[in-house]
């Protein structure tokens, strides 16, 4: 049977959540009248979620799967071993938190069938915190302006993607993947639009401030080399400034004589370069940690096990050579 749709959805420690999840989300599909399959992704979830997965492939095994990590390995990963085992035409990433209603994937399939091939989606009246709304708009403005990736809400897990540009997606074998981004930078057709917004069903947040800044300094120094760039100007200018306050600094010396007012000025002028340096070296240990992962090779995750029909269709994409999938089999 041709699939119309893979509905993929990363899953952690959301077992409160998953009973209400479901309840809306299966009927939400039905309602569509096409042939539709949904892959939950277990991220190593150490409460009881895994347990609630596998209740829910035996209630409805045909048009649910099921893969489950030996480990937590995060979202974006999780995500990357649903596409690569998904069998659908067109694809839509869900958080399962129920922020993003799943009654709003209709509205992104109508977009693709005007012809877009990636839809992103902005969330309409965040219920997220002021501060958050705050920090997530400010770190996308830097974001893109450095990596000139045009995403007005990339919180928003609600995407749909094209079969086209999720096998391009599954071609990159990056250790550090942000699947929106490059979703974008693959897509010929995109397109953005307003979702609904809801408070979270259940459970708390996954993402700390620091993950969210982490998040994007990942992105930043993923898709563009401005950070070098600018601060490699930024070291020039310095060094320029640096030789005429030397110069100046000698001259004074020759026409009044030794000065000690000025030894603090220096220590100052001192400590800020030390601080520019010191930065410069961090920024060059990013990239430099990014190739030291990147050439290790290590699997980007590990598949306990794949729960699945017996008679259900192969899937279109092998997993990649950096999953190693333990055990597949029906429950």
């Known amino acids: 049977m041709n699939i119309e749709l893979s509905v993929v959805i990363p899953v952690y420690n959301e077992e409160q959540g998953l009973a209400a999840l479901f309840a809306r989300l299966y009927p939400a599909l039905d309602r569509l009248d096409i042939a539709y399959e949904i892959v939950f992704v277990n991220d190593g979830s150490r409460d009881g979620s895994a347990a609630v997965l596998r209740e829910q492939f035996q209630r409805r095994p045909d048009v649910t799967r099921v893969i489950l990590f030996n480990g937590n390995f995060g979202q974006h990963m999780a995500i990357m071993a649903g596409f690569e085992q998904l069998r659908g035409r067109r694809v839509v990433t869900l ?11 209709g509205r992104l399939l109508a977009k693709m069938d005007e012809g877009h091939d990636y839809v992103g ?11 958050r709304r705050i920090a997530g708009k400010s770190m996308n403005l830097v974001r893109e302006r450095i990596t000139r ?27 550090n993947t942000y699947i929106p981004a490059l979703a974008y930078t693959f897509a010929q057709y995109p397109v953005e639009i307003e979702v609904e917004h809801e408070e ?3 459970g708390e947040s996954k993402y700390s401030l620091y993950q969210l800044i982490r998040l994007n300094f990942d992105l930043m120094t993923a898709f563009s080399l401005v950070p070098l760039q600018m601060y490699s100007l930024a070291g020039m200018l310095i060094s320029l400034m640096s030789i005429l306050f030397v110069g ?3 001259v004074r010396r020759l026409l009044i004589g030794p000065e000690a007012e000025g030894v603090f000025t220096l220590f100052g002028i001192v400590f800020f370069l030390l601080g520019i340096a010191l930065f410069g070296i961090g920024l060059l240990g990013e990239y430099v940690g990014r190739i030291s992962q990147q050439v290790r090779e290590r699997p980007r ?9 017996q008679d259900a269709a192969p899937a279109l994409l092998r997993p990649a050579p950096a999953a190693n999938e333990a055990e597949s089999g029906a429950a």
């Not at 989606?121 to 501060?131: E, G, L, N, P, Y």
């Not at 995750?301 to 029909?309: D, G, K, M, N, W």
Request: hydrophobic share 40%; aromatic share 6%; proline share 3%.
């Open 248 to 250: 100046f600094l000698a």
């Open 121 to 131: 989606t902005i969330r309409r009246m965040r219920r997220d915190s002021a501060f």
């Open 149 to 175: 990736i045009r995403m007005t809400d990339q919180g928003c897990m609600l995407r749909a993607y094209s079969r086209e540009i999720v096998e391009a997606i599954n071609s990159c074998r990056e250790i």
């Open 95 to 105: 958080d399962a938190d129920l922020q993003n209603p799943p009654e709003e994937i």
């Open 200 to 202: 979270r069903a259940a």
């Open 301 to 309: 995750y590990l598949i306990q096990a794949v729960l699945e029909r």
